[in-house]
Nanobody
């Protein structure tokens, strides 16, 4: 069972930046495609960025050009660099397998507000 621990969230002003990290347990992390998801209050969880084992990335239209997903397989860690943050980016952010098949971690809260 893969365990996921997200960190790096916080309160930031509009236009600011944050870098989220997700540490995963398991020795075969490198073979999996990973994703960052977010869930805003009263809304369903949505997938915002994915990265394959080979480093190919894909983004939701709402974050394209502002967010960058990356991974360090040696550290079993996936990152989400978030720039030009907007109030509508406010949500709890989670990482998981690209298909969301693992047990969810606690997530990390991102709040964008002036």
């Amino acid at each position: 069972q893969v365990q996921l621990v997200e960190s790096g969230g916080g309160l930031v002003q509009p236009g600011g930046s944050l870098r989220l990290s997700c540490a995963a347990s398991g020795s075969i992390f490198s073979i999996y495609s990973m994703g960052w998801y977010r869930q805003a209050p009263g809304k369903q969880r949505e997938l915002v960025a994915t990265i394959t084992s080979g480093g190919n990335t894909n983004y939701a239209d709402s974050v394209k050009g502002r967010f960058t997903i990356s991974r360090d397989n040696a550290k079993n860690t996936v990152y989400l660099q978030m720039n030009s943050l907007k109030p509508e980016d406010t949500a709890v952010y989670y990482c998981n397998h690209r298909s969301g098949i693992w047990q969810w971690g606690q997530g990390t809260q991102v709040t964008v507000s002036s």
